[in-house]
């Protein structure tokens, strides 16, 4: 079996998007999504903690804005999904390339 077909769900995402040319990720860890942060490290990833949902999707438009690659973010379910609505809502309505990842339950 390859790499891919043993790694955890969560893992494959992180090395999906470093295929893709992602380089940072902005989020905050919690207990719904940590398998989403397995693999971050792994795939050579640089994380950005943010004290708020909300933060971490404006620091991932702002950086979009500024380097021209997507923004991401790893968020939680719920109000953490929610409350990256407004940066979501921003980046959308300028065009900018925001991609916000949540778990499920």
């Known amino acids: ?3 891919t ?5 969560g893992a ?3 090395h999906m998007l470093k295929s893709r040319g992602v380089e940072v990720i ?3 860890p ?3 999504n940590q398998e989403m942060y397995r693999g971050i490290e792994e795939a050579g990833l640089t994380h950005v903690l943010a004290r708020h949902e909300q933060g971490a999707g404006f620091m991932a438009d702002g950086y979009a804005r500024a380097t021209g690659k997507p923004g991401v973010a790893y968020v939680i379910t719920g109000p953490g999904l929610c409350n990256t609505m407004t940066p979501m809502g921003q980046a959308y309505s300028d065009s900018v390339p925001l991609l916000v990842l949540s778990s499920c339950l």
């Open 5 to 9: 077909q043993t790694r955890p769900l």
């Open 12 to 14: 494959q995402i992180s």
């Open 30 to 32: 919690g207990v719904h």
């Open 1 to 3: 079996m390859s790499d």
């Open 26 to 28: 902005f989020g905050i």
